[in-house]
């Protein structure tokens, strides 16, 4: 049971949009900035979106992300086929003073 | 170019210990807090522990305290991490990452370290 909450899957067509959320609580998202990660089959994740919404140089403006009170989002705009990945959030907790990730999300482009 | 190389993985047995280490190149590595995150088979991202640029204040997940103990050395651009009482459920692909929480964060290509009889 992960300490951050995602959904396991999400999907959507070549072209549409789609938001994956990520559920935390006071002592993780509430007191500290999100990062996302995509993960390819078979590779290291890959950052996508870190202090909540800053993208790295690299990563195309069709990601974006976004954070309020205890949760934040990463939506992803125009799928592409190659957008088939995990995609993780992660934090600090300062309960547990360690990173805490979500459990990941699958998302498919049909 | 960053450049993190993961070594000193494995197969194991359980009870056993593995020391991993990740070799840091193309940054300031004295100046980077540095993690470890692995990854079981077909699961999920895993936080295991993290050490400060200067190695004086380490983090430890609960499920590896007092099994495994991170350290480095900055004069050799090395982080290490030692696992004793390995148990079935450590095995995994063992990552290391700098600044992993930050616009730096950079991962290495993993390790598989494999418990089992």
């Known amino acids: 049971q992960s300490v951050l909450t995602q959904p396991p899957s999400a999907s959507g067509t070549p072209g549409q949009g789609v938001t994956i959320s990520c559920s935390g609580g006071?002592?993780?998202?509430?007191?500290?900035?999100v990062i996302w990660f995509q993960q390819l089959p078979g590779t290291a994740p890959k950052p996508l979106i870190y202090?909540?919404?800053q993208r790295p140089s690299g990563v195309p403006d069709r990601f974006s992300g976004s954070k309020s009170g205890t949760s934040a989002s990463l939506a992803i705009s125009g799928l592409q086929s190659d957008d088939e990945a995990d995609y993780y959030c992660?934090?600090?907790?300062?309960?547990?003073?360690?990173?805490?990730f979500g459990g990941g999300t699958k998302l498919t482009v049909l | 170019e960053v450049h993190l190389l993961e070594s000193g993985g494995g197969l194991v047995q359980p009870g056993g210990s593995l020391r991993l280490s990740c070799a840091a190149s193309?940054?300031?590595?004295?100046?980077?807090?540095m993690s470890w995150v692995r990854q079981a088979p077909g699961k999920g991202l895993e936080w295991v522990s993290a050490?400060?640029?200067?190695?004086?204040?380490?983090y430890y997940a609960d499920s590896v305290k007092g099994r495994f103990t991170i350290s480095r050395d900055n004069s050799k651009d090395t982080l290490y991490l030692q696992m004793h009482s390995l148990r079935v459920e450590d095995t995994a692909v063992y990552y290391c990452?700098?600044?992993?929480?930050?616009?730096?964060?950079?991962w290495g290509q993993g390790a598989l370290v494999t418990v089992s009889s």
């Open positions: 990452a700098r600044d992993l929480l930050s616009a730096t964060v950079h």
């Open positions: 193309g940054l300031t590595f004295s100046s980077c807090g």
């Open positions: 050490v400060s640029e200067s190695g004086a204040y380490t």
């Open positions: 006071y002592s993780n998202i509430g007191s500290h900035s």
């Open positions: 202090f909540n919404d």
């Open positions: 992660a934090t600090w907790d300062v309960s547990l003073n360690g990173v805490v």
